[in-house]
């Protein structure tokens, strides 16, 4: 398949925005009550950037750059490690500051990453499947509906891996519920935007592919 430069483009600030998420998730912060990571400011853009390259060009195409930026984080990570673990200059009075910041323990990896796999694909096959139960009709209802369904298990099991038995069980829950109604939300005001978007490469690339025949597993290689 030859991809378009506007696939590429997406598929690339996919990947660029989950990347840097992972850095940016090390910052908590407070919002109106709600202790959230400051990759909130990016992260639920990948949600968007998802329902647009599944409505778009199809889940196919959506599971590959899934695992492109699974792929690329991995880089990320193992490149912030091992500049971690190089002996510092005499000098420099950074290190301890280094590895407050991205030296992210490896539960906190582990459970970011199984959370985006999950979250990520559960929000594909969503919207997939209610675009063909509706024939392609109110976009609106795919986007929001995979985003909650995705976005409410990627907070659950991030949440529940990261920090089951380090903080009380009702914190979890908390922490859980505030995520998932702020990334939900996050989605829903953006729908016009999502419209705007997904009307342009629609008319651009002359597509607009249906999953009618395709295998929804994502480790499946076609």
Excluded: C
Aim: aromatic share 12%; net charge neutral.
């Amino acid at each position: 398949m030859t991809y378009s430069h506007r696939f590429v483009f997406v598929a690339a600030l996919f990947v660029t925005i989950l990347v840097t998420s992972n850095i940016l998730a090390v910052k908590l912060i407070e919002v109106a009550g709600l202790v959230l990571p400051a990759a909130i400011i990016l992260f639920p853009i990948s949600y968007i950037l998802g329902d647009v390259l599944t409505e778009v060009y199809g889940y196919r195409q959506t599971r590959r750059v899934i695992w492109m930026g699974f792929s690329m984080n991995l880089v990320a990570v193992a490149a912030i490690w091992a500049a971690g673990m190089l002996p510092a200059a005499g000098f420099w009075q950074g290190q301890d500051a280094w590895n407050a910041i991205l030296g992210q323990a490896p539960r906190i990896l582990a459970a970011s990453f199984i959370a985006y796999l999950i979250g990520e694909f559960a929000n594909a096959y969503v919207l997939a499947k209610i675009k063909i139960a509706t024939g392609g009709k109110m976009l609106w209802l795919r986007t929001i509906g995979s985003t909650i369904i995705g976005q409410g298990l990627d907070s659950a099991v991030f949440i529940t891996l990261a920090f089951a038995g380090v903080i009380p069980p009702s914190a979890i829950v908390a922490a859980i519920l505030g995520q998932w109604f702020v990334k939900s939300a996050y989605e829903a005001l953006a729908t016009p935007v999502t419209y705007a978007v997904v009307g342009y490469l629609k008319k651009s690339e002359g597509i607009d592919v249906y999953d009618t025949d395709t295998r929804f597993n994502p480790l499946a290689v076609d």
